[in-house]
């Protein structure tokens, strides 16, 4: 099932609240998860390298959100329909394969 184009990445302002609150999900996950590995006793290694992870974590997704911000500013009216084009096949697919990803049933598939 294929959605129309401008369905699929919805308007500039949709896109930016949308990613406004992924940013905020993933913060207050970090907060969380951050209190827990702190009142674990004996844990100091396991923090350390939890840490470590996190931190590796957080710049990745940084680093995606980077890339988003690059889409968003290349994609505004007025930019040529092929790069439109190219802009909302590559998110379609990109929403499939990660949609797939999350699926818990398919997760253990990969």
Do not use: W
Not at 1 to 28: A, C, F, P, Q, W
């Amino acid at each position: 099932m294929r959605m129309d184009s401008l369905d699929t990445l919805g308007s500039s302002s949709k896109m930016t609240e949308e990613s406004d609150n992924i940013n905020n999900v993933m913060d207050e996950l970090y907060r969380e998860a951050g209190i827990t590995l702190l009142e674990e006793p004996d844990s100091s290694m396991e923090l350390m390298d939890t840490h470590s992870e996190d931190e590796d974590h957080i710049r990745k997704i940084k680093e995606f959100q980077d890339y988003l911000q690059k889409v968003k500013i290349m994609i505004k009216p007025g930019c040529s329909e092929e790069v439109l084009k190219v802009a909302l096949n590559s998110m379609s697919s990109l929403v499939g394969i990660l949609a797939f990803m999350s699926y818990p049933k398919h997760r253990s598939l990969l």
